[in-house]
């Protein structure tokens, strides 16, 4: 026997004489049942609220939705006017640059711009460009097979 466990004569005491056990089920049905009868009558308080409304109160709700949605095509259209100008000083396409200010936008095409291979593919090209290449003597021709020719060369096979 651990010194943690209780002695078998020993038990948990029961709970104080006088006071009944809660059912918990019974309890979170009952508080289950409450908060379903206040989520009805705040949906019929809200469709009273509503309907109670003068016209003017609706005129100036929808005018200030309207206003909403003219303010967010304001701001996308400037933003698309700051990629645009940012585009053209900086040479990163528009439509990969990201932000909502224009410092933003700028700060994120000087990230990109050392990433954009120029489109001749020479000057600060990425990859196994060779400026000298196929153009000195002995440069093989592109269509030939020089190991074809140099056997046929070393058998004698014309």
């Known amino acids: 026997m651990s010194a943690l466990e209780p002695a078998p004569d020993q038990t948990e005491p029961d709970a104080p004489a006088g006071e009944v056990e809660t059912n918990w089920k019974s309890e979170a049905r009952k508080w289950e049942a409450r908060a379903k009868e206040n989520a009805d009558a705040a949906k019929r308080l809200a469709e009273l609220e ?29 933003i698309a006017a700051w990629k645009a100008e940012v585009a053209k000083a900086t040479g990163v396409p528009a439509e990969v640059l990201a932000g909502s200010t224009k410092e933003d936008i700028e700060a994120h095409a000087a990230t990109l711009k050392p990433l954009i291979v120029p489109a001749d593919g020479k000057k600060g090209a990425i ?13 093989l021709p592109l269509n030939g097979d020089p190991l074809e020719r140099a056997l046929r060369t070393k058998l004698g096979i014309a």
């Open 127 to 139: 990859g196994p460009y060779v400026p000298s290449e196929g153009t000195g003597e002995g440069a």
């Open 50 to 78: 509503e309907a109670a409304k003068s016209e003017d109160q609706k005129r100036a709700e929808r005018i200030a939705e309207l206003e909403a949605t003219v303010a967010e095509y304001q701001t996308r259209d400037q």
